[in-house]
């Protein structure tokens, strides 16, 4: 009877192409907007991801998210590694600067100060260079897609085609002379202005003057100390904020979650294409089953018990369901992945497919429950109607 | 069998039915009797209850009182279930605008009531094809049914109603969309393939043309039998 049942639905291959349409659109839109969002949350936080190495940040107790800086003074740093646990803890300087680019031109670009010792805290991958050059003279690393965008040297005449910035080209930040000597890759930022690695001490002289300049300690508690154990004891001996860059990144998360648009907007998005998936594939199947309600009464009248009309029903709908979502899902990661190399924020990750399986599902069983309940109710006596 | 050997038993069967304030009686006491192996028409003007007679006597639609009974069985008695798995099993159906599943074809068609009735596929469309043979569409198993002219589908309609070898053939007017001759040749299909000393035939028709095929003609009108007329069938 399931083969009748999937025979009936896709006999109609007009309604049919017209369902897994509605479905494929709404697992599509689901998809997308959900991967877009989740890879513009991914970046608030992307910088904590690209550091690697510290397990506990230190910071300003008012602070709320990577980008709100409240700097410390510098003797922050000398308390933080006098509480037992902490086996290494290094100053970072994190502050947005003007930068001078060889045009003239001013941009605002995201400095990032390492401890000049050991320059913890440097870009995850290099693609020109070493990060051991910042210790020549005036060096920055610059990030690849800063160096090809925003830092890039337009020719001086208008049009043509921008250089991207390269190792040996120099900058003014803040009027001090500022050589690149590398490339660097880094993960996308929330702000997407360009990233330049310098050394803490260079950075201290690229930022305006101030009393306090330091941004954060990271910190590396020693081994089989508990991270999360170690924070709390920095937060008890210090007065100062400590987190583990599990509980950093939350905090980040939250803060744009609550006090941005950002999950509205988005959210709308996903909605309408559940809505208009619903709407759709609803209005679609009900049409369905309608215009094969004489056939579903002649099945009723030769014999056909309310179970299997009601299981032949849900057949047709968990396939259409089943192809909406593979072909929507596929349409969404084909997207992503042409989109790869763009500015867009695309990150599918499991929980979203859970999530498009989710909706489709519910909207399968929406369109399905008014046909099911018009099949259910119908007399089979209609069948001598005409 | 019912009562005196009866395939169909009806008792002043009434009906009516009731859409808000409005009541309209379609039955109003009928006692009919079909032995098994008669081939009896309804016939009568539109509206006259036929079609709500041959409705209850099928099991699928309920009557108000009287008693009915089919090979003996009270259907009004039986639950929902019990009543869908009687249909089932002991009545074939024949309708006037042949009611073939559009996506299946003539043989998948066919096979419906045995696959309802769990038989393999296989063993459905085996025996599909053998009852396709028998009115003549053995080479049609693999059409579907917009390649079928309409003497065709109804032919089809037919094998589909004798497949499971049901005691009780209901037809509604299965000749009135089909012209002279192809009513005649369904017809002669009709009552060849399907008549038989275990089994009745009730065809509800108003298509005079084919009332010399009937063993007994029943005439209704406004939810009574006015007339019962004892026939020679002379096909």
Not at chain 1, 227 to 251: M, V
Not at chain 2, 97 to 103: F, G, Q, T, V
Request: aromatic share 8%; charged share 20%; with cysteine.
């Amino acid at each position: 009877m399931y083969r009748i049942a999937l025979k009936m639905l896709m006999g109609d291959r007009g309604k049919y192409l017209g369902l897994i349409m509605g479905l494929t659109f709404a697992a599509l839109l689901v998809t997308q907007q959900s991967s877009i969002f989740t890879g513009l949350m991914t970046r608030t936080y992307s910088f904590i991801n690209d550091l690697s190495q510290p397990d506990i940040w230190v910071m300003d107790p008012k602070v709320q998210y990577i980008d709100d800086i409240k700097p410390l003074q510098d003797t922050e740093l000398f308390r933080v590694r006098g509480v037992h646990g902490v086996e290494w803890a290094v100053p970072l300087y994190k502050g947005l600067l003007k930068a001078r680019l060889q045009d003239g031109n001013f941009q605002i670009v995201n400095v990032l100060g390492l401890d000049d010792a050991t320059l913890i805290g440097g870009p995850p991958q290099m693609i020109e260079g070493d990060l051991s050059d910042l210790r020549r003279q005036d060096a920055i690393i610059v990030n690849d897609v800063g160096a090809a965008t925003r830092l890039a040297k337009r020719p001086k005449e208008g049009g043509g085609k921008a250089t991207p910035l390269q190792v040996g080209d120099v900058l003014e930040i803040n009027d001090r002379r500022a050589v690149v000597v590398g490339i660097s890759k880094v993960s996308r930022t929330f702000q997407s202005q360009p990233v330049i690695y310098t050394t803490y001490s260079r950075a201290m002289n690229f930022a305006p003057r101030e009393r306090k300049l330091l941004s954060f300690v990271l910190v590396k508690a020693s081994d089989g100390l508990n991270s999360k154990e170690l924070a709390q004891r920095i937060r008890q001996n210090t007065g100062l904020a400590a987190y583990t860059a599990q509980e950093f990144k939350d905090l980040t998360y939250d803060y744009y979650m609550n006090n941005t648009g950002i999950p509205i907007n988005f959210g709308i998005a996903v909605m309408l294409g559940f809505l208009i998936g619903t709407a759709i594939a609803g209005q679609t199947f009900y049409n369905f089953t309608l215009e094969n309600l004489r056939y579903f009464g002649t099945l009723k009248a030769m014999g056909t018990t309310n179970g299997v009309l009601l299981k032949m029903i849900l057949v047709q709908a968990l396939v259409v369901g089943l192809l909406g979502f593979g072909l929507g899902v596929g349409a969404a990661a084909l997207f992503g992945f042409l989109m790869s190399d763009s500015e867009l924020a695309f990150r599918l990750i499991p929980e979203i497919l859970f999530l498009a399986a989710g909706a489709i599902s519910l909207i399968v069983v929406l369109s399905a429950l008014v046909s099911i309940r018009k099949v259910m109710k119908l007399e089979p006596a209609i069948v001598f109607k005409g | 069998m019912g009562p005196d050997g009866n395939a169909v038993y009806l008792r002043g069967v009434t009906k009516t039915y009731v859409s808000g304030p409005s009541r309209v009686p379609a039955l109003r006491g009928i006692d009919l009797d079909v032995p098994a192996g008669e081939l009896l028409m309804l016939v009568g003007p539109s509206g006259c209850g036929k079609t709500t007679l041959i409705s209850v006597v099928a099991g699928i639609l309920d009557h108000d009182e009287g008693d009915s009974l089919v090979f003996g069985n009270d259907l009004r008695a039986m639950s929902q279930g019990q009543r869908t798995a009687f249909r089932g099993t002991n009545i074939g159906f024949v309708f006037q605008a042949y009611n073939l599943i559009p996506s299946l074809t003539a043989g998948e068609n066919v096979a419906v009531p045995l696959l309802i009735l769990k038989h393999s596929r296989k063993d459905a469309l085996t025996r599909s094809r053998e009852v396709l043979e028998a009115v003549g569409l053995g080479e049609k198993v693999s059409a579907l049914p917009t390649a079928l002219s309409g003497g065709q589908q109804q032919r089809v309609a037919i094998a589909r109603a004798l497949v499971h070898d049901p005691r009780l053939v209901v037809c509604d007017e299965p000749t009135s969309a089909l012209d002279a001759d192809t009513g005649r040749m369904v017809m002669e299909v009709l009552r060849r393939t399907a008549l038989s000393e275990n089994r009745a035939l009730i065809i509800v028709t108003h298509d005079n043309r084919i009332f010399n095929f009937a063993d007994r003609i029943v005439r209704m009108d406004d939810g009574r039998i006015i007339l019962v007329e004892p026939q020679v069938a002379t096909p």
